[in-house]
């Protein structure tokens, strides 16, 4: 029996969310920067400085796609997906979180690479584990920077308030990831509950946070990304010949705290106008900090987006079955089927 719900049809949705983005559209032009002087922000960019900093993007994503096949290696049983494969998966992600609302690109990924394992049925929720280990991950390097940039920036009220309140949300969530990971129930039925059993094999995706070794390399790589997209974004200023290091990293930081949720395609115009505001302390223009976030969700679009496509293309997938891509990972396994939250490698005395 069919359950009721918002209906599928592609028309009925468009219709739902149209006034939304005319809304949204309306009130970035009407209460945006002045866009003459936006556009002309442009004329003097040293376009050299922008291929750099696409470079450096490039860089920050291959090393956080292999941050997650660390995290991967902990919790799947061989034979493990080949590193392509992953950085395949990572970068249709990164597509539907930037063209798509919501954070739908961790879910597209978990159906990208699930497509290719033979561990059969149920690896989904271990799949979304890992994904949440790798994100949680950031929370090493985001813990860094706050530091940085509270000692060297000028940051807004408004600014200072949503810091503190990711801040806590990040520590707890990780503090409940570790412990989570602990709790090794050795062989859950699916006779005691669809919901225990999907958790179960959640935390058998967060088991990398209880492995130093393959944790520390996917700290140090997820760090790692976060310094090459500061140094992205420390480019793009340069390109506009304006910024120090201390601008970069608040610039980097409010920009990541303004698209935790997409509420829209990107959250264009909420990006550019949380870049730009901060930097009017320092003397740059509303209209230059906006061209600047303008460019600087360019350098982000064209490796997520272009890479996106590509490998979205190799996969044989099209943007439309991207978005039905997060129902593919609600598939479990049978109800006589058994989830044992240490992998193979653990079981038999490989440490990681």
Do not use: K
């Not at 813990?143 to 503190?164: D, K």
Request: glycine content about 10%; overall charge positive; some cysteine.
């Amino acid at each position: 029996m069919r359950r009721p719900g918002i209906p599928r049809s592609p028309w009925f949705r468009v219709t739902l969310v149209l006034p939304f983005f005319a809304l949204s559209g309306l009130l970035i032009w009407w209460r945006g920067p002045d866009w003459g002087a936006v556009y002309h922000a442009f004329d003097f960019v040293e376009w050299r400085w922008i291929v750099v900093a696409v470079v450096l993007n490039l860089g920050s994503i291959v090393v956080r796609a292999l941050a997650w096949q660390l995290v991967l290696g902990q919790a799947l049983d061989p034979p493990l997906p080949r590193f392509r494969r992953t950085f395949s998966a990572f970068c249709v992600g990164l597509l539907g979180n930037a063209a798509l609302p919501g954070r739908v690109g961790e879910l597209a990924r978990v159906a990208v690479l699930r497509r290719t394992l033979p561990h059969g049925r149920g690896t989904s929720a271990t799949l979304l584990g890992t994904v949440i280990a790798h994100r949680l991950f950031d929370l090493v390097p985001v813990a860094f920077l706050v530091l940085y940039v509270l000692s060297t920036a000028q940051i807004p009220h408004w600014a200072m308030t949503s810091l503190l309140i990711v801040a806590i949300l990040g520590a707890a969530l990780f503090a409940f990831a570790i412990v989570s990971a602990r709790r090794h129930h050795r062989a859950v039925r699916y006779e005691m509950g669809r919901l225990r059993a999907v958790l179960s094999m959640a935390r058998q995706g967060l088991l990398v946070m209880n492995r130093p070794v393959p944790a520390a390399g996917a700290i140090l790589c997820q760090t790692a990304g976060w310094l090459l997209q500061l140094a992205a974004v420390y480019t793009v200023m340069n390109a506009f010949d304006f910024g120090t290091l201390p601008e970069a990293a608040l610039v980097l930081l409010l920009m990541n705290v303004a698209t935790i949720v997409p509420l829209w395609p990107g959250n264009f115009g909420l990006m550019q106008a949380a870049v730009a505001l901060p930097l009017t302390r320092y003397g740059v223009a509303y209209s230059t900090g906006f061209a600047f976030g303008l460019a600087l969700q360019g350098v982000e679009a064209s490796v997520g987006i272009g890479f996106g496509f590509v490998f979205l293309a190799r996969e044989g997938l099209s943007f439309a079955t991207l978005r039905g891509m997060p129902d593919a990972t609600g598939e479990l396994p049978d109800d006589e089927a058994e989830v044992d939250e240490e992998p193979a490698r653990a079981r038999a005395g490989v440490s990681g």
